[in-house]
């Protein structure tokens, strides 16, 4: 019974041109989507409506399992899951400070009024409190934004890369999105939708 192959023993059989227009094409559908999916959850983070199915954690696992595998043909980028790992491990460090502060903040606070039930001016402590919680919250959702948007950005100026070394048109590698702060990319507007198409320079 034949083993299944994967796309790299696929490509094995065509011609040289072939395996890296084949790897290049499957590689830059990948980012695509990846890109697409980082800044749908981008814009549901700022409170946009947004339906996207795809979870770009796992689709960047799967692009790190497939570059591995096209090591070969240099379709493997070492330095993809150093960045994504530092942000992933970012968002987490920024999550658990930002949970830690406001629940800090929670306790003074609490603590203020209760202690007004003995001095009465103590409550003015907690009441001063109050704008701090929107100041975290705030510096929270920046820094989180900024995550995504360098995470984002990474991926685009890869699939620009990919696009110029292959020749591939990057009309057929268009992606949604919802953000448009994003560097190297052309945006157009459907009736429905917003697209972005990467620039290729040279």
Do not use: C
């Amino acid at each position: 019974m034949d083993d299944v192959r994967d796309s790299v023993d696929a490509a094995l059989d065509l011609d040289e041109t072939e395996v890296y227009s084949h790897i290049a094409h499957e590689s830059a559908e990948d980012i695509r989507r990846i890109i697409a999916s980082i800044d749908a959850e981008r814009a549901k983070l700022a409170g946009a409506h947004v339906y996207y199915h795809d979870d770009w954690d796992e689709l960047i696992r799967e692009r790190i399992r497939k570059g591995k595998r096209h090591t070969a043909f240099d379709f493997y980028n070492p330095e993809l899951m150093s960045l994504w790992e530092m942000k992933v491990e970012e968002l987490k460090h920024i999550k658990r400070r930002n949970m830690f502060v406001l629940s800090a903040l929670s306790l003074v606070v609490a603590a203020s009024f209760l202690a007004s039930l003995l001095v009465r001016p103590m409550f003015l402590i907690g009441l001063a409190m109050l704008p701090l919680f929107y100041l975290q919250r705030t510096r929270f959702r920046i820094r989180r934004d900024l995550i995504y948007h360098e995470l984002a950005q990474f991926f685009i100026d890869e699939l620009a890369e990919i696009l110029k070394k292959h020749r591939l048109d990057p009309r057929n590698y268009r992606f949604k999105i919802f953000n448009r702060d994003y560097f190297g990319v052309t945006v157009e507007r459907t009736e429905k939708e917003v697209y972005a198409t990467v620039g290729v320079r040279g």
